[in-house]
């Protein structure tokens, strides 16, 4: 089991790659779903990509029915919007689109981020 910590720490020591690591836990938790890969907090230091985990981890806590670790009310929202995609003209539809975790802490997702096949 992949835990957020984990993530965090695949994050920092292969940035190119952040995402692969995100989608990584993201598919890891779904299929075992268990509250203890996100029991322990995570390394902070990089405002964007901790919000982004943050809100991947609330939101995929919402999806699942599990309690939302205390811990993660200490991650800081990002001080400006960040918008994932990094085009322009996505920037009004992921507005529009994000899910409340992400916008509640100013990241700006297209409504399918989270889907997999």
Known sequence: MITAAETKKRFIDDPQWWKIALMDFVDDFRFHKDPVAVKERFETGDEQ?????????????????????????????????????????????????????????????MENFLFRV
């Open 49 to 109: 990509r901790d919000a982004v985990l943050a809100g991947v981890i609330e939101t995929l806590c919402d999806e699942m029915n599990i309690s939302i670790p205390k811990w993660l009310e200490s991650v800081p929202s990002c001080r400006q919007p960040y918008f994932l995609s990094g085009y322009e003209s996505l920037k009004a539809t992921a507005i529009v689109e994000s899910p409340v975790r992400f916008r509640l802490r100013k990241v700006f997702v």
